[in-house]
């Protein structure tokens, strides 16, 4: 099990919460994932075998969301 802490700009609201949480949770490997607005960063826990940081980061990043580098 692996774990990341991704720093995320663009998230003002709950409801941006919600979406990069559902856009996360629907990356295949992904166990946990908390997300918070202040600080606005994802906290994820993923199966390394099934998944890596850059396919959770582009999702986050298809959501519409910028990541933080």
């Known amino acids: 099990m692996e774990h990341i802490e991704i ?3 663009g998230m003002s609201c ?7 949480t559902r856009a996360v949770q629907a990356v ?3 166990k946990t994932v908390s997300v918070s607005l202040a600080p606005p960063v994802a906290q994820v826990d993923f199966d ?6 850059a396919e959770i980061e ?3 990043e298809d959501a519409g969301y910028d990541i933080v580098r």
């Open 7 to 9: 720093r995320i700009d």
């Open 14 to 20: 709950g409801g941006c919460v919600a979406s990069v």
């Open 28 to 30: 295949e490997g992904v």
């Open 48 to 53: 390394a075998a099934d998944t890596d940081a």
């Open 58 to 60: 582009r999702a986050i």
